[in-house]
């Protein structure tokens, strides 16, 4: 068998065949409904992508601040009553107008 | 008034969507006519053409203008067979021992008298689909391109993205590919 010849044949066969060039039916709207769906689904990622950055950040900052309270040492006071501690506080400028004059 | 391809394209460059549509209803003969030499099943060339405009559409941005957009889709589509073709590397191993009469017949006849095997024959175009299938995606993109639809060397580097040199080299390692499985079934055949 000669196969350059065979080879030759079946290219010119295949080059006779007639290209079909058929369409679905209402194939662009398929692709247009499908593009719309697509661009609004893109903006609403654009929102997510927003928040879940602002969330990220959030989350950040909580951590942060835990840590700087967890770590940070505690002032050290000797009263342990909170009320009187917030007396004093309170009436602080009253006692020292007191005790100017 | 028609709108033209400039214009609908700036229009969806700037939102609207509803502008690819023209695009879409002139173009799509040509992708799935394109579609059509690489893959059989209606579904798979549905597949093909959706994945052309839906890649057209998100990169529309990049289409300059300079050539016409029929040339920027089409080297698009020739891309996106060719990732189907890598993607659905099916039959290539089987045997020939499946061929249809019609298919035999043809080959019996080639055998006795290639002038009386004509190429308008059926069951040649069923033929060459067999070989054209069992070929690797390059091989198949190549023979396509180069031997069936006549194209130019030139023209095939721009459409695959592939240099000069690189489609030449590609071109010689596809007709050995294709020689070398029309000796697999003549010796499947005839010995």
Known sequence: MNLEQLQQKLIAAAKTEVLDDRVPYAFEKRITALLSSRVAAQKLDVWVHGLWRAAISCVAITIVCGAFAAFTPATNSNSTDLSQDFENTLLASVDQADQAQ | ?191
């Open chain 2, 1 to 191: 008034m028609e709108r033209t391809e400039a214009e609908l394209i700036a229009a969806v460059l700037k939102g609207d969507a509803a502008s690819f549509e023209p695009l879409v209803q002139k173009y799509s003969p040509r992708v799935f006519a394109t579609a059509r030499r690489y893959a059989r099943r209606d579904s798979e060339v549905e597949d093909i053409a959706q994945e052309v405009w839906l890649k057209a559409f998100e990169k529309l941005g990049s289409f300059r203008g300079e050539a016409p957009f029929e040339h920027w889709l089409m080297r698009m589509t020739v891309r996106t067979c060719y990732d189907f073709l890598r993607g659905h590397q099916r039959n290539r191993e089987s045997s020939f021992s499946d061929l249809s009469e019609p298919e035999n017949d043809w080959l019996e006849r080639f055998v006795a008298a290639p002038e009386s095997a004509s190429e308008h024959a059926d069951a040649a175009k069923l033929l060459i689909n067999r070989i054209l299938e069992k070929l690797s995606p390059q091989a198949r993109l190549v023979i396509t391109l180069l031997e069936i639809e006549d194209r130019s060397v030139k023209e095939i580097a721009k459409l695959t993205g592939w240099s000069v040199p690189l489609v030449k080299v590609r071109a010689f390692r596809a007709r050995a590919e294709m020689k070398k499985i029309l000796a697999k079934m003549a010796k499947e055949k005839y010995l």
